[in-house]
């Protein structure tokens, strides 16, 4: 009883943004419970999603429950400087492959619409993501407004590409973090990062001082700098990147003109799994540190799942957590599109699994093929 009352309480101190956010977690939380995980929504895809049991292999050896690497770095104080690093490329913005260039310290934006002022769209206990980071008390997610891909089928496309968010203060996301952390959630989930990387870890600092030390998993759409991945060393325990295309020219066609999406994607995963390796739940189900791909099968393959688990199974360990993603809905403008306006058919998901179980990939989180 006192839950729910609490709930209404937190209902109650939002605005409709954050309450709408609210609605949608509670929904999917009791969705998960009815249809035992089936059905949830999660971030990044943005499609429905139902995150079920990794299949790993047998034997593999249980993950170890990990303080987060940040503390340290910000005992030594290099994690602020990490912060205010990050924050000075925004004077000539190459934070993220756009490589606009713009000064989004003199207030400019760039192609992903941010400038230096930081804004945020919601912040919740989230229960639509993967198992070992929901638990039972959530994934702490932060949902950050604007975003540098700009995919033509975004399902959260009013928050990445319509602006919609409210400016925020460091300080302000800190006592967010601190806040999720309150409330139970097992980790903080910051959901399109990229171009707050410096708002992110500075507030990271402040928070850490008064008391963090929950995972953070850098929820991102894969299309990361390797300079910029460099300088995050330390700061992000878990990288839940996808990885959307294995084509360059699907890439430049569905997400404006990143053409060199594969190869960026490709080289950001590397570098991923050598700062946090593979990604394996503790003793109590929960993970704490590790790399965790999410693809999501598109329709007349066009993610290009096969290179995509044969590249994987040839450069990263076999047994890295791969999520088969079978839950694209065509969203935003994607019915103007006709080889992915509709939902993938069940031959589709069902040739995704064969050719990552054939590629020899061992750590499999299948999403949902037996309900087609
Ligand atoms: S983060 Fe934004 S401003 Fe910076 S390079 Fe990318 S798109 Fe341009």
């Keep these: 009883m006192s839950a729910i009352c609490d709930a209404v309480y937190t209902y109650l101190e939002m605005d409709w943004t954050s309450r709408r956010q609210f609605v949608k ?20 895809c943005g499609q429905r999603s139902g995150h079920g049991v990794a299949q ?4 593999a050896p ?3 429950k990990k303080k987060p690497s940040y503390i340290e770095l910000h005992k030594t104080g290099k994690l602020k400087e990490k912060g205010q690093d990050l924050w000075q490329i925004m004077e000539s913005c190459r ?27 919601s912040f919740q206990p989230h229960f639509g993501e993967e198992d070992s980071l929901v638990g039972s008390g959530g994934s702490g997610t932060i949902f950050y407004t604007h975003c540098g891909l700009r995919c033509v089928f975004c399902i959260n496309w009013q928050i990445n590409q ?25 980790n903080i989930n910051v959901v399109t990062p990229t171009h707050y990387s410096p708002h992110i870890v500075l507030a990271l600092d402040i928070a850490a001082e008064r008391g ?23 700061v992000v325990d878990i990288y839940l990147p996808d990885f959307k295309y294995a084509d360059g020219e699907m890439a430049a066609k569905y997400s404006s003109d990143a053409l060199a999406y594969p190869e ?10 050598r700062q946090v390796g593979v990604a394996r739940p503790a003793d109590d189900g929960l993970m704490y540190r590790g790399l965790m791909i999410r693809h999501l099968v598109m329709p007349n393959r066009i993610g290009g799942t096969k290179q995509i688990v044969d590249w994987i199974a040839a450069n990263l360990p076999r047994d890295t957590y791969f999520n088969i993603m079978s839950q694209y809905v065509p969203m935003h403008k994607a019915s103007q599109y006709p080889k992915i306006s509709r939902k993938i058919t069940g031959s589709e ?8 179980k054939e590629a020899g990939l061992t750590n499999l989180d299948i999403q949902g093929c037996s309900l087609f």
């Excluded at 960026?264 to 799994?273: D, F, H, Q, V, Y």
């Design 95 to 121: 934070l993220c492959p756009r490589e606009c260039g713009v000064n989004r310290l003199d207030n400019h934006r760039g192609f992903c619409r941010a400038s230096s002022l930081l804004e945020i769209s």
């Design 212 to 234: 963090l030390n929950l995972p953070v998993v850098y929820n991102t759409c894969g299309w990361e700098r390797l300079e910029i991945l460099k300088k995050l060393e330390g």
């Design 56 to 59: 790993t292999e047998e034997g």
């Design 264 to 273: 960026i994607t490709k080289a950001a995963l590397i570098e991923m799994n």
């Design 25 to 44: 977690d509670g929904l999917c939380f009791v969705l998960s419970g009815l249809t035992f995980n089936l059905v949830t929504s999660c971030t990044r």
């Design 62 to 64: 249980v993950g170890e």
């Design 162 to 186: 319509e602006g919609e968010g409210q400016p925020r203060s460091i300080k302000e996301m800190a006592q967010m973090m601190l806040d999720l952390q309150a409330r139970g959630c097992h």
């Design 349 to 356: 998901c069902r040739e995704a699994v064969a050719w990552a």
